[in-house]
Nanobody, 123 residues
Framework: QVHLTESGGGSVQIGGSLTLSCAASGYTNRPNFMAWIRQAPGKKREGVAAIQPMTGTSYYTDSVKGRFTISHDNAKNTVFLQMNNLKPEDSAEYYC????????????????WGQGTQVAVSS
């Protein structure tokens, strides 16, 4: 059974940095995609970044390009999201997701989800 375990959320000031981690267990093969999806209160779920572990190809939503970096440690089957220059609009619950069922990663039709980790950015 696949489990995704997130860590690294917290509270930071504007312009600060955080690194989120998501450890995946229960896989016999690498997932086709791993991603970070976020949802702020009262807002729709939003794809933030994704990576294809087999190729290392990464994808980002426009609002985080140049500030966030997604990476994957194949040996540990762990995906990271380095977040720099954080803004208040980055505040949300961040979910790790794996195994894209179909469609595009941004809309988040994934087979497995973590429990979420909170990121709060304030002045």
């Amino acid at each position: 059974q696949v489990h995704l375990t997130e860590s690294g959320g917290g509270s930071v000031q504007i312009g600060g940095s955080l690194t989120l981690s998501c450890a995946a267990s229960g896989y016999t093969n690498r997932p086709n995609f791993m991603a970070w999806i976020r949802q702020a209160p009262g807002k729709k779920r939003e794809g933030v970044a994704a990576i294809q572990p087999m190729t290392g190809t990464s994808y980002y939503t426009d609002s985080v390009k140049g500030r966030f970096t997604i990476s994957h440690d194949n040996a540990k089957n762990t995906v990271f999201l380095q977040m720099n220059n954080l803004k208040p609009e980055d505040s949300a619950e961040y979910y790790c997701a794996a195994d894209l069922n179909g469609g595009d990663w941004y809309h988040g039709d994934f087979g497995h989800w973590g429990q979420g980790t909170q990121v709060a950015v304030s002045s």
